[in-house]
């Protein structure tokens, strides 16, 4: 077993039954030792949401990709038929009778480890706030306004806005607006 390929593949789970998903192959790796071998890693794709309640802010963590299992294994026929048939999965991602798989590049992305150069050349447009910006895309394009907030590692800015004879606030990411000269 020289050659062994690890590779990432996507399960479609029915929504909300993720996390059950994940439990029910993490339960069958440690019963069955030839899936264990070939099977190294079940993710959920999760991302941080704070709000605030009450006063105090809140840190939730919630599924970035609703309905999908990450799954990186070196994938044979038996591999493959063992996930398919795993309760509440509906199959793999792309919908063959053979899985694909994912880009490493696309699974870093999903898991936070971006290694993009467009992700590189944002972190080059830091944005100030009291700047003045104009919204070049989007459902608001054409709008001036006035950067509030910079949110650093989401890329996104809180832009007020004036509609309608109010002041709004928007958020949009760095490639939605364009400094006013």
Known sequence: MA?????????????????????????????NSKLAERVF??????????SLRNGKR???EKLSLPGYVLVQANMTPD?????????NVLGFLGGTSEP????????NRLLGNVEDVEAGN???????????VKVIEGPF?????????VNTEKHKLKVMV????????????????????
């Open 58 to 60: 809140v840190v939730k």
């Open 100 to 107: 694909t798989p994912v880009r490493q590049a696309d699974v």
């Open 79 to 87: 591999v493959a038929s063992t996930l398919r048939f795993i309760p």
């Open 141 to 149: 394009s054409g709008f001036h306004g006035v950067i509030e907030d």
């Open 162 to 181: 004036m509609i309608f004879g109010r002041q709004n606030p928007l958020e949009l990411s760095f490639m939605q607006v364009a400094r006013e000269e």
């Open 122 to 132: 944002m972190q080059d447009v830091p944005y100030n706030v009291g700047e003045s």
């Open 3 to 31: 050659d062994i390929e690890n590779k990432w593949y996507v399960l479609r789970a029915i929504s909300g039954k993720e996390s059950k998903v994940k439990e029910y192959i993490d339960a069958q790796l440690r019963m």
């Open 41 to 50: 890693e079940v993710l959920l794709p999760m991302e941080k949401h704070t």
